[in-house]
């Protein structure tokens, strides 16, 4: 597999990441955590740490790869989780059910970059 072919499945894990984001505070999943400033705080430690590995693989450093793993599981974990707190809920407002529309593309682009980076690595 070419790395641009990752890295275009990885750029689009990102896109969906942030629209998983806007996704949940629309359905305010931040109450929740109890707060919109601390689900921002931790929406932004989540982003950072996906958009790291990326910056570290075009620099042609390979443990890039290595952390990528945590944006890949981070994603298709995300995707499970809210697919089952929405049939537990049946809500999306200020549920774990919230974002289950970006959170499913986000679980199955994780899952797709998680096998790339297994061949990729072997």
Known sequence: ???????ILYLMLLFLQTVHIFEEIGFKAYEVVGSLNKY????SFLVFASYL??????LDIRAGYYLAFFGAILALGNGIIHLIGYIKTKSFRGT???GVFSGIPLGI???IVLINLISILQ
């Open 1 to 7: 597999m070419s790395d641009n072919l990752f890295l």
């Open 40 to 43: 921002l705080l931790a929406a």
């Open 53 to 58: 590995p990326l910056i570290l693989i075009l």
């Open 96 to 98: 774990v059910g919230a």
């Open 109 to 111: 682009i994780g899952g």
